[in-house]
């Protein structure tokens, strides 16, 4: 089992930033591929972000290309999603998952953290 457990999320302004980390821990953790999610009141969850370990490969969502950024820590088990320029449209729960392989796709994903919620206020 992996567990994940997602930071940093909170109250912020149009145009601001913030930085949420997810740690992975657990006796199955393989360092998995990883990527965050984002579930808006009333949407669907959508894809955000993912990355590989290395840091070589990185995917993102056409509506947080340019202000978004995902990385990682290889030796702290960690992966940040940094986020600027925010916009009200981007409140949601954010979500930290591990994929089998990288993907868009949720359904490629089998372990989810509990979600931070940042809101973003206009």
């Known amino acids: 089992q992996v567990q994940l457990v997602e930071s940093g999320g909170g109250l912020v302004q149009a145009g601001g930033s913030l930085r949420l980390s997810c740690a992975a821990s657990g006796r199955t953790f393989t360092r998995k591929p990883m990527g965050w999610f984002r579930q808006a009141p009333g949407k669907e969850r959508e894809f955000v972000a993912a990355?590989?370990?290395?840091?070589?490969?990185?995917y993102y969502a056409d509506s947080v290309k340019g202000r978004f950024t995902i990385s990682s820590l290889y030796s702290q088990n960690t992966v940040y999603l940094q986020m600027n320029s925010l916009k009200p449209g981007d409140t949601a729960v954010y979500y930290c998952a591990a994929a089998r392989v990288m993907s868009r796709s949720e359904s490629e994903y089998d372990s989810w953290g509990q979600g931070t919620q940042v809101t973003v206020s206009s």
């Open positions: 990355i590989n370990w290395n840091a070589g490969i990185t």
